[in-house]
């Protein structure tokens, strides 16, 4: 399922052999750097370019020996580029690779990301304009309150994943930030000049200053990010999944030919999309804590946060790009029951204009005390399944000494609440 949601252009980030490429990059600018300084002859840049390659299989063997991911990946380099190869890693400590490497990784997550979230936003406003007319009936603490449109619950979303768009614009910027400034960041065997002209080929900016790495509050905002926009596909599937129930049956995911909802009972239809996207959420939150945890490290460094990050980071970016594509196909051919939210609008009598009762009896002139007691007997009775509410405030003499026949019948129609839809999507849209 995972393979059908998530763009293959995810996976290719956190691939390994994307990752040592990419280590490859930042050694070959290092040494480049370094030969325009005069530091190492110019002549061995052509050497290393043309002999340095990226062979998994090997480094694999030469770290089951020497346990050290970085010392595999050279002395798999050096064996091949042969002599020359005393001109790699000069003045480098392994993060000074792992760290910007990554951060040119997360960078290209990031973009993939934010293409997710123009794409949510695209269809999120299609559907909000399809259905900003279509009338159901909000909910608080899922007990029917007062009449809204579908469009304006799309539209909510809407306005939420814009956020999310930009909180995830901040992220990339923060994480934006590579380091060659050795083991204790004070640029003792190399130039801050190698770290500025290596950042810019990668398309980073220099960290303003680190340790051994870069600090893990950037990457834990990064994660959070992630987990922010999550939980807001968390809580567009979980109202998806509400909207679904037998008793409200407002709105459903597209159920196609064939499909099955159940071993045992051939009737089900259920929200299983929307339930896997509130599961695999949790997810990613949880993996944010980790992140959270990472920040705190000893002295200049130690490498407790190492191997969290090898499985959190690509696993919430691939997680990320999974949850918001699904969410965005499930928006696109979700079934949505005008008619039944009409009639679940309907289900209680009246009700859900019991406010709009109260004012109209306040402004012309009832004390809001009593007007209250006396549409609140009504509607409890009403609860009671003693008559429709509709009907009892027209019979009533206390709300007929205040308000006319025509009055109250305009207290039951659901355009009021709705005269300033345009003004909302004027807000939300433009």
Same mark, same amino acid.
């Given at each position: 399922m995972i393979e059908r949601y998530t763009l293959p252009k995810m996976k290719a980030v956190w691939e390994t052999r994307h990752k040592l490429e990419t280590w490859l990059r930042?050694?070959?600018?290092?040494?480049?750097a370094l030969a325009r300084d005069g530091r190492i002859p110019k002549e061995a840049i052509?050497?290393?370019?043309?002999?340095? /390659?990226?062979? #998994?299989? /090997?480094?694999?063997?030469?770290?089951?020996?020497?346990?050290h991911d970085v010392i595999a990946f050279l002395t798999?380099?050096?064996?091949?580029?042969? #002599?020359?190869?005393? %001109?790699?890693?000069?003045?480098?400590?392994?993060?000074?690779?792992?760290?910007?490497?990554?951060?040119?990784?997360?960078?290209?997550?990031?973009?993939?990301?934010?293409?997710?979230?123009?794409?949510?936003?695209?269809?999120l406003r299609r559907r909000a304009m399809e259905f900003k007319g279509t009338v159901m009936v909000g909910r608080s603490h899922g007990v029917h309150g007062e009449p809204i449109t579908f469009g304006l619950k799309l539209a909510l979303w809407y306005a939420e994943t814009r956020r999310n768009l930009e909180r995830m614009r901040q992220a990339k910027e923060t994480t934006r930030h590579g380091k060659l400034s050795g083991a204790m960041g004070t640029y003792a065997h190399l130039d801050p000049s190698i770290e500025e002209f290596v950042c810019e080929k990668c398309g980073l900016k220099p960290a303003p200053i680190s340790n051994q790495i870069i600090q893990r509050d950037r990457h834990a905002q990064?994660?959070?990010?992630?987990?922010?926009?999550?939980?807001?596909?968390?809580? %567009?599937?979980?109202?998806?999944?509400?909207?679904q129930r037998t008793e409200v049956l407002e709105a459903e995911e597209f159920f196609s030919e064939g499909q099955k909802g159940s071993s045992a009972m051939p009737h089900k239809r259920n929200p299983i999309g929307a339930e896997n996207l509130s599961g695999l959420a949790r997810v990613v939150r949880a993996n944010a804590q980790a992140a959270l945890e990472d920040v705190a490290l000893w002295h200049e460094r130690d490498i407790s946060h190492s191997s969290v990050e090898r499985v959190i980071i690509p696993d919430s970016a691939i997680l990320t790009d999974y949850l918001l594509n699904r969410l965005t196909d499930m928006v696109e051919t979700l079934l949505v029951y005008p008619e039944q939210m009409k009639a679940n609008l309907e289900r209680t009598g009246g009700l859900i204009y019991s406010q709009r009762l109260l004012l109209e009896l306040t402004k012309r002139g009832a004390r809001r005390e009593k007007?209250?007691?006396?549409?609140?007997q009504?509607?409890?009775?009403?609860?009671?399944?003693?008559?429709r509410f509709a009907e009892m405030v027209r019979t009533d003499r206390f709300i007929g000494k205040y308000l006319k026949p025509r009055e109250i019948r305009d207290c039951f129609? #659901?355009?009021?609440?709705?005269?300033?839809?345009?003004t909302i999507y004027k807000r939300v849209f433009s």
């Amino acid at each position: 399922m995972i393979e059908r949601y998530t763009l293959p252009k995810m996976k290719a980030v956190w691939e390994t052999r994307h990752k040592l490429e990419t280590w490859l990059r930042i050694e070959l600018w290092v040494c480049e750097a370094l030969a325009r300084d005069g530091r190492i002859p110019k002549e061995a840049i052509g050497v290393i370019r043309k002999k340095a /390659r990226i062979d #998994p299989k /090997r480094m694999d063997e030469i770290e089951r020996t020497v346990k050290h991911d970085v010392i595999a990946f050279l002395t798999m380099l050096a064996e091949q580029v042969g #002599p020359a190869s005393r %001109f790699i890693h000069l003045g480098l400590t392994s993060s000074d690779i792992l760290d910007t490497a990554l951060a040119v990784l997360m960078q290209e997550a990031a973009d993939l990301i934010l293409a997710d979230l123009d794409r949510l936003m695209d269809v999120l406003r299609r559907r909000a304009m399809e259905f900003k007319g279509t009338v159901m009936v909000g909910r608080s603490h899922g007990v029917h309150g007062e009449p809204i449109t579908f469009g304006l619950k799309l539209a909510l979303w809407y306005a939420e994943t814009r956020r999310n768009l930009e909180r995830m614009r901040q992220a990339k910027e923060t994480t934006r930030h590579g380091k060659l400034s050795g083991a204790m960041g004070t640029y003792a065997h190399l130039d801050p000049s190698i770290e500025e002209f290596v950042c810019e080929k990668c398309g980073l900016k220099p960290a303003p200053i680190s340790n051994q790495i870069i600090q893990r509050d950037r990457h834990a905002q990064y994660l959070t990010t992630l987990a922010i926009i999550a939980s807001s596909v968390d809580k %567009f599937a979980t109202e998806i999944r509400h909207l679904q129930r037998t008793e409200v049956l407002e709105a459903e995911e597209f159920f196609s030919e064939g499909q099955k909802g159940s071993s045992a009972m051939p009737h089900k239809r259920n929200p299983i999309g929307a339930e896997n996207l509130s599961g695999l959420a949790r997810v990613v939150r949880a993996n944010a804590q980790a992140a959270l945890e990472d920040v705190a490290l000893w002295h200049e460094r130690d490498i407790s946060h190492s191997s969290v990050e090898r499985v959190i980071i690509p696993d919430s970016a691939i997680l990320t790009d999974y949850l918001l594509n699904r969410l965005t196909d499930m928006v696109e051919t979700l079934l949505v029951y005008p008619e039944q939210m009409k009639a679940n609008l309907e289900r209680t009598g009246g009700l859900i204009y019991s406010q709009r009762l109260l004012l109209e009896l306040t402004k012309r002139g009832a004390r809001r005390e009593k007007a209250y007691e006396a549409v609140q007997q009504l509607a409890m009775a009403a609860w009671r399944g003693e008559g429709r509410f509709a009907e009892m405030v027209r019979t009533d003499r206390f709300i007929g000494k205040y308000l006319k026949p025509r009055e109250i019948r305009d207290c039951f129609e #659901p355009d009021y609440y709705l005269r300033h839809l345009d003004t909302i999507y004027k807000r939300v849209f433009s």
